[in-house]
DNA sequence: TACAAATTTAGAATAATTCTAAATAATTTC
DNA sequence: GAAATTATTTAGAATTATTCTAAATTTGTA
């Protein structure tokens, strides 16, 4: 199992502490946390840490691919982690977001004459547990 | 065939003349406009056109299922009345947004334990004319 | 140690959206 | 049909997320 660090240095990153802990945030929770939460929960840890920072380790990540952004409502972006194909569903009663994988790919669906960068797709509606407490 | 003024009202819209040619806009155009582009393209039209208008406008559509928000980059939301399942690509060259349409609904893919309410999917990458332009 | 390059930082600037309260238009009541 | 009520639109201020900018700090190298 390659560390967080090892991940980052084998696509070209170099593991200053502010990436190398943004990066460990991300991997380490599923919840799909916006650019604030992130700050937000990291400034503890780096006092120093300015948001501009986690804007611009986001925006590298994202360039490596070793991140994702997810929209999937309005205008707040979330970020993951999870970079193989997958969607998200939004649960609108209790607010969460969870992944969600296909039995097969997406791809396989589309008569593309385009090339696929990044396949990516939004599920709204009621989630399970939402749905028994009704 | 419908008329948009008939689709509003049977939809529980009194059909304002603001209402009218922005919903109207929407249907006559695929190119999923932000909010900043209907304003603008409407204000000729409608001179006293307000971007709160449009903006309440277009939530109040969403809210009656008339139109979605399409979510495919950045922070940039974009409007479609297309309703049925369906999905973008967005052409990471020439910047144009389309429809994207499966073979068969992405419902069938999902072991879903939840009540869906609404299904997006995003696929970025180089189109057709952009890849043979290289 | 000294220099250069890379990274981070705070705060200002920008852009999209929402809020607010007043103005206008449409509808209902008498 | 006038007055009152309700719905809709409007301009501009406020808010929010993100980007920009230029200085400060850190890291790597000669």
Redesign the pocket.
Known sequence: MKTNQEILVQNGV?P????LKIFSYLKATKSHP???TIFNDLKDE?P??????V???L?LLIAKRLVQEVRIE????RYDAEVREHGHFKCDVCGEVSDVFLNQPLNLLLNHSYEVKEIQFNITGVCKSCLTKK
Chains 1, 2 share one sequence.
């Open positions: 170099s200053s502490i502010q990436r916006t650019a604030y780096i120093s840490l300015s948001k501009t920072t804007y611009n380790v925006k309005g205008n707040e972006l």
